[in-house]
T-cell receptor
């Protein structure tokens, strides 16, 4: 599986935008970029995914670099409920997701 | 509630005992996954079913672990002769589309 690199932790202020980076320099042309988050004491939750183009949904936006070697998950307005571990995952044509260590996001009131 | 359901939520057992976890996926999802998560780590993939067929098994899954999905609906994960190193959260997920997994809240195992 292609690997991703994320910062161990980040801090944000409530009601401000958050940009969570992910590097994936060995991504192949058919790898999808998935983001999940895990709130305390819960299972992971799907956030968003994309292949080449930027994607938006009700939870977040995904900005993918033109060379696809990095991507950024954007939370437009962080709330205290967004405090979680965010995982950036590459998926090939198969069905399995391989989670790394993720980024622990702390949101300050 | 139509989410993924796991039972039991917590299990404490003595070393050497067998334990079984059950997962009820979202009804229209044909893909089912088991993951294991220890404190401070991301989830580790254990096994994957498409309908009743077990298509992938991680090398992490020793011969003490067995998973079934007999009719393509619910699944069970059994651990025989538990060891202290088996203490973890066991997560089940289901999906209709590749990569869009819906996870349950997990079954926490403590082996004394």
């Amino acid at each position: 599986d292609a690997k991703t690199t994320q910062p161990n932790s980040m801090e944000s202020n409530e009601e401000e935008p958050v940009h969570l980076p992910c590097n994936h320099s060995t991504i192949s042309g058919t790898d999808y970029i998935h983001w999940y988050r895990q709130l305390p004491s819960q299972g992971p939750e799907y956030v968003i995914h994309g292949l080449t183009s930027n994607v938006n949904n009700r939870m977040a936006s995904l900005a993918i670099a033109e060379d696809r070697k990095s991507s950024t998950l954007i939370l437009h307005r962080a709330t205290l409920r967004d405090a979680a571990v965010y995982y950036c995952i590459l998926r090939d044509a198969g069905n399995m997701l391989t989670f790394g260590g993720g980024t622990r996001l702390m949101v300050k009131p | 509630d139509t989410g993924v359901s796991q039972d039991p939520r917590h299990k404490i057992t003595k070393r050497g005992q067998n334990v079984t976890f059950r997962c009820d996926p979202i009804s229209e999802h044909n893909r089912l996954y088991w993951y294991r998560q220890t404190l401070g780590q991301g989830p580790e993939f254990l096994t994957y079913f498409q309908n009743e067929a077990q298509l992938e098994k991680s090398r992490l899954l020793s011969d003490r672990f067995s998973a079934e999905r007999p009719k393509g609906s619910f699944s069970t994960l059994e651990i025989q002769r538990t060891e202290q190193g088996d203490s973890a959260m066991y997560l089940c997920a289901s999906s209709r589309y590749p990569g869009e997994l819906f996870f349950g809240e997990g079954s926490r195992l403590t082996v004394l």
